[in-house]
T-cell receptor
Framework: KQEVTQIPAALSVPEGENLVLNCSFTDSAIYNLQWFRQDPGKGLTSLLLIQSSQREQTSGRLNASLDKSSGRSTLYIAASQPGDSATYLCAVSPYNTDKLIFGTGTRLQVFP | DAGVIQSPRHEVTEMGQEVTLRCKPISGHDYLFWYRQTMMRGLELLIYFNNNVPIDDSGMPEDRFSAKMPNASFSTLKIQPSEPRDSAVYFC??????????????FGPGTRLTVL
C-alpha cells in the first residue's frame, strides 16, 4: 500500500529564507508526483507536476525534484515571502490507478 | 473557464438529515474526483469517475454515502442520513488525461459541512 509522508509537519521562518520541504513515498511505481498549495479555507492549487521520467521541475521561485528510486521528492522555495504562507501537499499517482495519494502536508508560515 | 464549481460552500445540518453536495467540473475534463478532508485523516479520496462512469468507490466510508454523475458537467455526493462524524470539507476535482496516469488535478473551493 502506497504511503506518502511529509516532513516537517509545520515550519515557521523569517522572510527571505530558502526552504526545503520533504516528501517521501513507499512505492516507487508511480506515474508522477505533484506538489499542491492550500490556503486556509480554500481548495488546492497545483504548483508543479513531475513525471516519473523527470528529475525536476521549476516554476518561478519553486523547484521540485524527484528521486523515484529512493522514494523522495523535495520542494525548494527560494527567497521566501509572507505570501508563501500556506499548507503544501505532495501527491503521487501510482501505477495501474488513476488515483492520487496525498501526504498530510507541511504548514508553512513566513513572517516579515 | 470558471474552474471547478462546488455548491453550497457551507452547509450546516442536523444529524439524520439528507445532504447533497454538487460539483461542476471543468469542461472537457474526463475525470472527476470527490475528496474529504479532516484534521485527523487529511485528504481522502472517496470516489472517482471517468467519462461519467464510477471507477473506484472504495473510499466511500459507508452505504450512507452515494455519488452520481448523470452527465459530463454535473456530479452529486449525497449523504443520507448524515452524522456528526461526517463533518469535514468535501472537495471536488477534475482532470484531463494525458498519457499514463493522471494529469494535473484542478480542485474546487470545497464545501464545508457541519452536522450537528
Amino acid at each position: 500500500k502506497q504511503e506518502v509522508t511529509q516532513i516537517p509537519a509545520a515550519l515557521s521562518v523569517p522572510e527571505g529564507e530558502n526552504l526545503v520541504l520533504n516528501c517521501s513515498f513507499t512505492d516507487s511505481a508511480i506515474y508522477n508526483l505533484q506538489w499542491f498549495r492550500q490556503d486556509p479555507g480554500k481548495g488546492l492549487t497545483s504548483l508543479l507536476l513531475i513525471q516519473s521520467s523527470q528529475r525536476e521541475q521549476t516554476s518561478g521561485r519553486l523547484n521540485a525534484s524527484l528521486d523515484k528510486s529512493s522514494g523522495r521528492s523535495t520542494l525548494y522555495i527560494a527567497a521566501s515571502q509572507p505570501g508563501d504562507s500556506a499548507t503544501y501537499l505532495c501527491a503521487v499517482s501510482p501505477y495501474n490507478t488513476d488515483k492520487l495519494i496525498f501526504g498530510t502536508g507541511t504548514r508553512l508560515q513566513v513572517f516579515p | 473557464d470558471a474552474g471547478v464549481i462546488q455548491s453550497p460552500r457551507h452547509e450546516v445540518t442536523e444529524m439524520g438529515q439528507e445532504v447533497t453536495l454538487r460539483c461542476k467540473p471543468i469542461s472537457g475534463h474526463d475525470y472527476l474526483f470527490w475528496y474529504r478532508q479532516t484534521m485527523m485523516r487529511g485528504l481522502e479520496l472517496l470516489i472517482y469517475f471517468n467519462n461519467n462512469v464510477p471507477i473506484d468507490d472504495s473510499g466511500m466510508p459507508e452505504d450512507r454515502f452515494s455519488a452520481k454523475m448523470p452527465n459530463a458537467s454535473f456530479s452529486t455526493l449525497k449523504i443520507q442520513p448524515s452524522e456528526p462524524r461526517d463533518s469535514a470539507v468535501y472537495f471536488c476535482a477534475s482532470s484531463p488525461r494525458s498519457g499514463g496516469g493522471i494529469n494535473e488535478q484542478f480542485f474546487g473551493p470545497g464545501t464545508r459541512l457541519t452536522v450537528l
